[in-house]
């Protein structure tokens, strides 16, 4: 029932926040895609605080605000640290779903097995030996095993969908960096032949 009450909330929470996280990574994107200066986006995108993608790109502002000549594998290797910290925040209570997949079958199945146990010491105690006798008690017992079955089938499924959303946004954190790049060196070259003119 624990496991069971524990990763429902899970899911609920993880639902929102992904469905947030996926509008807002859209909106960054579509932000990135009209813009053709980095203030523009900067300044555009400040409400989307649960983007990854956004936060990718704070990273790689961070960095170039350190540096006085440009130098593109650093601001890369910010990206891909922030990248990794963004995917560690998605796979945050992942572990929980993918323990209860795997745990509540056997939960389940030692309290079978631990009520069928029960059910014949009272079948041996009894004056006559019927299956009426002991079959109220291995019905009550099943009733574990169904339980650990019902807790582990939704946490498998949940387990399974989250993954593949987090290796999704992990994808698009990586794609995004790539063409960020880009972006900067575009940027930087650009800059360099105004200042030439």
Do not use: C
């Amino acid at each position: 029932l624990i496991f069971s009450v524990v990763s429902w909330a899970i899911i609920f929470s993880k639902s929102r926040s992904t469905k947030k996280i996926r509008q807002q990574n859209e909106e960054f994107f579509a932000i990135f895609e009209q813009s053709n200066r980095w203030a523009e986006i900067y300044s555009r995108t400040t409400s989307l605080n649960e983007s990854p993608v956004r936060n990718v790109f704070l990273a790689a502002n961070k960095e170039l605000q350190k540096q006085k000549i440009l130098n593109l594998d650093a601001v890369g290797r910010s990206m891909q640290s922030a990248a990794i910290t963004e995917t560690t925040k998605l796979e945050k209570n992942l572990g929980w779903l993918a323990s209860t997949a795997s745990a509540s079958p056997f939960i389940g199945l030692f309290g079978t097995v631990v009520g069928i146990i029960i059910a014949f010491q009272g079948l041996s105690q009894a004056a006559t030996a019927s299956i009426q006798a002991v079959a109220p008690g291995i019905a009550e017992a099943l009733i574990a095993t169904a339980a650990g079955i019902a807790a582990a089938v939704p946490a498998v499924l949940a387990y399974n969908h989250f993954l593949n959303i987090v290796r999704t946004l992990a994808a698009e954190m990586d794609s995004f960096s790539l063409n960020l790049l880009n972006f900067i060196e575009r940027e930087a070259a650009s800059t360099q032949v105004s200042t030439m003119n």
